[in-house]
């Protein structure tokens, strides 16, 4: 078990002004069977009216608007959680996470690479851990090359990509397989950008591998969103009116709380 | 009639000059075509009306309670009487409705009920319209006018008056009102429905508004007016397909919808008519288990039968609809509107082999219905009648109570040798009268 304190910041600059502009944020990490979320402040910057809601994936969403001309728009969450990886959490199954997303459809590429994975082996987890490995020494990591529009099998034809395309890949062959998977976002330990990986469900409830690394998820992962895939928990959205081109900056931190330098001088031991 | 008959270019010229258009869209481009009508009304008797009515109010209670089960407990699907693969693979389907009631739990306020009757004198039911079934307000503009021109026809036969549309469709929307002020929302003028959706806003006391009307405010709906008022919003009647709602929640670069309307709405604070997430229960693949959800959630035995259906989903279905590709009738589920509809008597050889194959590999995209031989109805050419197919869509309203309007839109098709009279098909219509004895 770990303490973990993390900065999320997500900054947009526009080159002119833009206004009457829409968002949606899913930045709010909430209480999972594996992580509890100690403290947590937030702030988003400018906005006209800010409504805490919640999806029907079950994460939490910011929602609001800002009317008026405005050239940066951000927000920046904060806080500590205590968290626990590689354990099963209770959560029961939702059929749709059984069958193909947008992002996850399946196609030629993936009946390939499904070929030569070969037959379906052991429980649920078992295969997930053979797929994420068999993955990750068949798909080579390189930024830039895929987008956010990217799906699984269009990834796939391109031959390498980034955590997005992992995570769709391995959604899509688990899926097939029979195994039940779900798209997660959220942050890892260090400073970055954010992360995505994925849950199987391994018939009692949902356990987290990230295939990018080719790791369980342990106590340096918190959790943000899941759906399906990314198309249902983009962190952030969008909508404004005005001829501007935007620069998005993402600033993620996360470190461990030593024990003397736990904020709250709890004994952590 | 003879009257009324006598009539049909004058009836048709004042219909042009209300606008009563169908817009299409073929090849990218818009076209708007008149919406033919033809005189000759198609007639139900009383008795034949109470009957239809019986089983539609049955089957729009079963498809309303299916739905709410579905975002909900999900017990059907765990009783084993639909497959969850039916369900949660259909693109009607929106998680973003997941584990909400809508105001009063009405999911599908208006319900557009497609139908034929049999040579063999039983009427079966094709489709089920539950998102934003269209095509009320002709028969109603169509009487109005058929009024004017005959009067005495309307006098002389004991024909229901169907002007009562809007006053339902008001009481259905004052019903679910969650505070605030009607609105019917329309896309605007391209739209295959904007002459219906300016005329309903009428008649129902709703104001009518774009997209550019409405917007959100601390998750509550609001409309601003032409003199720049803010008023909120309490039910909307949209005229929108779900996917173009909210950006937000749908599709981002979409140009229309209500940015938010969505969270507005899972929070309670709109209701929404008719409810997201409808196209799960309409699906062509769910069609088939519609009689079972009547036994299901009612305890009844459907009073209107299905066309004979086979799902290639089942083994044994599959094998049957296989060998007897050649008269069944294949669509595919994702299409709606008439396109996707295939004939397979209509198939050459090779084109029957090849959507053989497609049934034995995508057996779920399918479904597949013995050819109803429907009776023809007789519409005026020249001064000559002949007989056309024809159908009609009967239109359930869901509010306190579930009604069936005392009338219906009847289409036909210009084609000899159709089957296809869906509006988007370039048929024509006719008015539908029910008959009070």
Redesign the interface.
Known sequence: MNRLKFVYRMTLSFSKPVWEH???LRCLPQDTGNQKILTLSSSVTPT??L?E?????GNK?Y?G?CREPHETFGYEVRGTAEVTGMRQMEEPL???Y???SDYTRWGTELEQLSMQLGEREGTNLAEAVRVMGFLYEHFPYAPGVTDIHTTAEEALCIGKGVCQDYAHIMIALLRHRGIPARYVNGMMIGEGATHAWVEIYTGEGWYALDPTNNLHVDDYYIKLAH??DYK?CVLD?G?FLGDAVQRQEVFVHVERIEKDSDERGNNLL | MRELIDHTEGINRLLARYGVKFGLYKNGTFHEQLFPFDAIPRVISHEQFLYLEKGLIQRVNALNLFLEDIYGEKKIIKDGVVPEEFVFSSSGYLPECEGMTPPKKIHSHISGIDLVLGKDGEWYILEDNLRIPSGASYPMIAREICRQASPETFRNNPIVDNRNYAKMLKEVMAYVNTGGVPVIMTPGRYNAAYFEHSYLAERTDSELAMCTDLFVEDNYLYFRDYRGKKQQVGVIYRRISDEYLDPMTFLPESLIGVPGIMDVYRSGHVAIVNAPGNGVADDKGLYYFVPKMVKYYLGEEPVLKNAPTYLPFYEEDRKYVLDNLEKLVVKDVAEAGGYGVIFGNELSREKLAEMKHLIEKESRRFIAQEVIDFQDMNIMEGDEPVPRKADLRAFVLSGEETKVWASGLTRFSRNPDSFVVNSSQGGGFKDTWVLSR
């Not at chain 1, 809601?53 to 994936?57: E, K, N, T």
């Open positions: 829409y968002f949606a006209d009216c409504d809601v919640r999806d029907g994936f969403k929602v608007h939702h059929p749709m059984r069958y193909p759906g399906r249902d959205k909508r």
